[in-house]
């Protein structure tokens, strides 16, 4: 009589591998659930409203309606598309916004800080890094009173120091809104660069500028032949993210409220505007689609990049 063929007892390494599965599924159920319940349904939901006359006060605030595209062509009506107030204005000082304050206020002075303090003293490297990062790290409403007394046109800082050297008073935050958001957005968001691009002068090999130094180069040749094409992918990177980030931004509200005149009203104020204060959801929601398409296009051209630098 033979012996039945009995089933082999897993090995240890393959029960261990299903628990780790299995726990693995475990511990990631409830971000699962999070991500579902703050992003993904969010998500498809603000699509939806995005083609109905959803408000938040009167008949279809109950009992909307589906009108398909119209909040869209609403939108892009081209009677109006560049007045102030509208989408289009608020879209092309975006797109201003994001040139000025992103792609070459931060980009250029966290790159300029980052070579700079290559060449210092270690004690003013660590003293430079500690007042930039503390404007990144601060919180946004902190900020933003604190600059706002600082550009106060009666009892403002710099207008008691422009005072003192016998220099004109201005009102700067309604004579020069725009540059005003410029440069807050620039030294509050210049921290990042700097540490990337610090990070990234880091990484290359000292041997490199001991080699120009023998071959006599100077500071800017170094620079220019050495350091920045061996970072090329950093400063690709930087610029994405900030250009997303700075595309997205609501901090300069905390200054200006949008204004005056709808003349600092970025995309993402003008979307808060249309949405929680003309109580227009559906509009507010196929801005909000937009905006999410816009930095969809962003994220891939970075994973294009991304690609690219790991091929």
């Known amino acids: 009589m033979t012996a039945e063929p009995t089933t082999p007892e897993p090995k240890p390494a393959r029960r261990f591998a299903l628990l780790s599965n299995r726990a693995g599924a475990v511990f990631l159920t409830p971000a699962g659930i999070l991500v579902a319940l703050f992003v993904i349904i969010p998500f498809f939901w603000v699509i939806f409203v995005s083609f109905t006359n ?3 006060l009167g008949r279809t605030a109950l009992n909307p309606e589906f009108v398909g595209l ?3 062509f609403a939108l892009f009506d081209p009677s109006n598309f560049f007045q102030r107030g509208q989408f289009g204005f608020s879209l092309i000082l975006t797109t201003q916004f994001v040139l000025a304050s992103a792609l070459i206020g931060q980009a250029l002075l966290g790159l300029l800080l ?3 303090i290559q060449t210092v003293p270690p004690w003013i490297k660590r003293l430079t890094e500690t007042f930039v990062i503390a404007a990144w790290i601060l919180p946004e409403v902190v900020i933003g009173f604190a600059w706002f007394a600082f550009l106060d046109r009666d009892q403002g800082t710099l207008n008691a120091i422009l005072g003192s050297v016998g220099l004109p008073k201005g009102d700067f ?5 725009f540059w005003v958001i410029v440069v807050f957005n620039t030294w509050r968001g210049a921290a990042f ?4 691009f610090n990070s990234a002068f880091s990484s290359i ?3 490199y500028f001991q080699a120009a130094d023998v071959a006599g180069a100077s500071s800017w040749q170094k620079f220019k032949d050495i350091a920045l094409p061996l970072i090329r992918g950093h400063v690709v990177t930087d610029l994405i993210l900030i250009t997303m980030w700075t595309f997205n931004t609501f901090t300069p509200f905390l200054l200006t409220n949008g204004g005056p005149s709808y003349r600092t009203e970025l995309l993402s104020i003008y979307n808060y505007r249309v949405a929680f204060r003309d109580f227009e959801f559906g509009k507010g929601a196929a801005v909000g689609v937009i905006i999410m398409l816009i930095n969809l296009a962003f994220a891939l051209i970075y994973l294009t990049i991304g690609r690219k630098k790991r091929a």
């Open 193 to 196: 660069s700097m540490m990337l």
């Open 205 to 207: 090999p000292p041997s």
């Open 173 to 177: 935050l309604l004579q020069q809104p």
């Open 114 to 116: 980052a070579w700079l």
């Open 70 to 72: 119209a909040n869209y």
């Open 54 to 56: 959803r408000t938040l």
